[in-house]
Nanobody
Framework: QVQLVESGGGLVQAGGSLRLSCAAS????????MGWYRQAPGKQRELVAS??????NYVDSVKGRSTISRDNAKNTVYLQMNSLKPEDTAVYYC???????????????WGQGTQVTVSS
């Protein structure tokens, strides 16, 4: 199985920056894509950014302020968030589209989430 552990969340003032990281561990044959989702209280979970061999994707609200990157050797994905706004406040979840074994199918794996709070 694949385990994902997020880190880097915390409390930051509006206009500040955070870098979230997500490290994949366990049994990993291949990771095809990784991404960051977020869920604010009372709202639906939304995709913030994703990265794969096909490129990167961002939700419009973070374009120009955020950058997703991946270190394949470390099986780690990062989300650099700058110029943070109160509306960025949410629990951020790491996701991986991965294959644990060569003989198993692809599955979606989730981290436990890390809280990002942006004060106004």
């Amino acid at each position: 199985q694949v385990q994902l552990v997020e880190s880097g969340g915390g409390l930051v003032q509006a206009g500040g920056s955070l870098r979230l990281s997500c490290a994949a561990s366990g049994t990993i044959f291949s990771i095809y894509a990784m991404g960051w989702y977020r869920q604010a209280p009372g709202k639906q979970r939304e995709l913030v950014a994703s990265i794969s061999s096909g490129g990167t994707n961002y939700v419009d609200s973070v374009k120009g302020r955020s950058t997703i990157s991946r270190d394949n050797a470390k099986n780690t994905v990062y989300l650099q968030m700058n110029s943070l706004k109160p509306e960025d406040t949410a629990v951020y979840y790491c996701n991986a589209d991965a294959q644990a074994r060569a003989w198993t199918t692809r599955s979606s794996y989730w981290g436990q989430g890390t809280q990002v709070t942006v004060s106004s």
